[in-house]
């Protein structure tokens, strides 16, 4: 570009305050020489004049590493330019493409050339003041306001620069912290992970304690009672609900002559079998001791007592072969042989309208069956009667 006689002597030490400045160094070539050559940048418009950018890339070994840019008012450069003037000749100051930006001559609209030149962008506002990063396109720019100047020092980053910089500053200090909070963050999730899953397994444990039969793995009278409330709020009176009563015959006997290790193993014998006889609707419980419950929701006494009749069976033709180890050397036989009494009742029949009242209804035809030679099922009152009656009499 065609340039008015701008005086090295000013741009020189400029230049080396730049380089010398705390805020950018500026490596020197090895002869110490800056290649300066100025060009310009879009102007923009501050209060009430036009203003020029005009900047000079810094190259170091013909490598690019930063620019100068001088921020003068359009008017200043214009007047320069006049007064530097020798009388009759006429300088202009003209960009790269060759238009002119100023002239020696007077009558040098600025404000209406400068738009021409620059369009919009010498409108636009460019003042860049402080210090900070912009980006206009072709990667981004650092700038700093060197103090008391009007001048801007600009240097362009490499992306791959700026990336780089930003990882170095996570330091080795850094990372590690952030490693070890991290692995904190996985052991606690992992011991919270096995406090959750402890305390479930401890809750359905306390749960089973509080609903299920240690022994049997059956319902326990507790169950029995809750799921006798649902149904018979479900049920309303309106379908019937049996319940049996079952007790092994002469239990004690087992116990005295097999041990009582083997007693628990008849017990066990027992649920097994029945509970894989009821329906899967049936809830079967150990109502205490050697007495067990069915009970039996929509079933009338008629088919409640068929159920009866095919538990007493089964138990009857089963044999139980306890562990020989557990049981005592002077039991009779390797294997027990076991039956079975059953008491039945319906609660719309027989007018239970709570579970201990089925209970005592079919507990008392139990006791009638125990009485008529065990190994039975009784489903009415009729031995009952017969039995009180006679006692009366
Ligand atoms: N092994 C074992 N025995 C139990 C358990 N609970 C109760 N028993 C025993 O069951 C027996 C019940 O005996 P009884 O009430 O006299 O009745 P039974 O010998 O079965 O005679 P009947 O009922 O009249 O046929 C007692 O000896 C109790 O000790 C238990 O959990 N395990």
């Given at each position: 570009?065609a340039?008015?006689p701008?005086?090295?002597r000013?741009?020189?030490?400029?230049?080396?305050?730049?380089?010398?400045?705390?805020?950018?160094r500026?490596?020197?070539?090895?002869s110490?020489?800056?290649?300066?050559?100025?060009?310009?940048?879009?102007g923009?418009f501050?209060d009430k004049?036009?203003r020029?950018?005009?900047?000079?890339?810094?190259?170091?070994?013909?490598?690019?590493?930063?620019?100068v840019?001088l921020?003068?008012?359009?008017?200043?450069?214009q007047?320069?330019?006049?007064?530097?003037?020798?009388?009759g000749?006429h300088?202009?100051?003209?960009?790269?493409?060759?238009?002119?930006?100023?002239?020696?001559?007077?009558?040098?609209?600025?404000?209406q050339?400068l738009?021409?030149?620059f369009?919009?962008?010498?409108n636009?506002?460019?003042?860049?003041?402080?210090?900070?990063?912009?980006d206009?396109g072709?990667?981004?720019v650092?700038?700093r306001?060197?103090?008391?100047?009007?001048?801007?020092l600009?240097?362009?980053i490499?992306?791959?620069?700026?990336?780089?910089a930003?990882?170095?500053?996570?330091?080795?200090?850094?990372?590690?912290?952030?490693?070890s909070?991290g692995?904190?963050?996985?052991?606690?999730l992992?011991?919270?992970d096995?406090?959750l899953?402890?305390q479930?397994a401890?809750?359905?444990?306390?749960?089973?304690?509080?609903?299920?039969?240690?022994?049997?793995?059956l319902?326990?009278?507790?169950?029995?009672?809750?799921?006798?409330d649902?149904?018979?709020?479900?049920?309303?009176?309106?379908?019937?609900?049996?319940?049996?009563?079952?007790?092994?015959?002469?239990f004690?006997?087992?116990?005295d002559?097999?041990?009582?290790?083997?007693?628990?193993?008849?017990?066990?014998?027992?649920?097994?079998?029945?509970?894989?006889?009821?329906?899967p609707?049936?809830?079967?419980?150990r109502?205490g001791?050697?007495?067990?419950c069915?009970?039996?929701?929509?079933?009338?006494?008629?088919?409640?007592?068929v159920?009866?009749e095919t538990?007493?069976a089964?138990?009857?033709?089963?044999?139980?072969?306890p562990?020989?180890?557990?049981m005592?050397?002077?039991?009779p036989?390797?294997?027990?042989?076991?039956?079975i009494?059953?008491?039945?009742?319906?609660?719309?029949?027989?007018?239970?309208?709570?579970?201990?009242?089925?209970?005592?209804r079919?507990?008392?035809r139990l006791?009638?069956?125990?009485q008529?030679?065990?190994?039975?099922?009784v489903?009415?009152?009729?031995l009952?009667k017969?039995?009180?009656?006679?006692?009366?009499?």
């Open positions: 570009m340039y008015p701008l005086d090295d000013l741009v020189e030490p400029l230049l080396r305050q730049f380089a010398d400045s705390p805020l950018y500026t490596p020197q070539t090895p110490g020489e800056f290649d300066v050559r100025f060009s310009t940048a879009p923009h501050i004049g036009p020029l950018l005009l900047g000079t890339p810094l190259l170091v070994n013909g490598l690019p590493r930063g620019a840019i921020d003068a008012p359009q008017q200043r450069v007047d320069y330019l006049s007064r530097t003037t020798p009388k000749e300088h202009v100051l003209l960009d790269d493409s060759g238009a002119l930006i100023a002239s020696s001559e007077r009558n040098f609209d600025a404000r050339d738009t021409a030149l369009g919009e962008a010498a636009a506002d460019t003042d860049l003041r402080g210090a900070g990063m912009v206009y072709r990667g981004p650092l700038y306001e060197l103090e008391g100047t009007r001048a801007l600009l240097a362009h490499p992306s791959a620069d700026l990336r780089w930003v990882i170095s500053q996570f330091s080795t200090l850094f990372v590690c912290l952030w490693v909070l692995a904190l963050l996985v052991i606690t992992l011991i919270v096995r406090l899953l402890g479930i401890v809750n359905e444990r306390l749960r089973d304690l509080g609903l299920v039969d240690p022994l049997t793995r319902a326990n009278r507790r169950r029995l009672q809750t799921d006798f649902g149904l018979a709020r479900r049920l309303k009176r309106q379908q019937p609900m049996a319940l049996l009563m079952l007790d092994i015959d002469r004690k006997l087992i116990n002559n097999w041990g009582h290790s083997t007693g628990d193993e008849v017990l066990k014998h027992l649920a097994t079998l029945c509970s894989a006889l009821v329906r609707q049936d809830l079967m419980a109502y001791g050697e007495e067990f069915v009970l039996m929701p929509g079933v009338a006494i008629e088919q409640a007592s159920m009866a538990l007493r089964a138990v009857a033709q089963s044999v139980c072969l562990n020989p180890q557990t005592l050397s002077t039991a036989s390797p294997e027990v042989r076991l039956t009494s059953i008491g039945v009742a319906e609660w719309l029949l027989d007018d239970c309208h709570s579970l201990e009242e089925l209970v005592a079919a507990d008392r006791y009638a069956a125990k008529n030679g065990r190994n039975r099922v489903q009415d009152d009729t009952y017969k039995r009180v009656s006679g006692i009366s009499g």
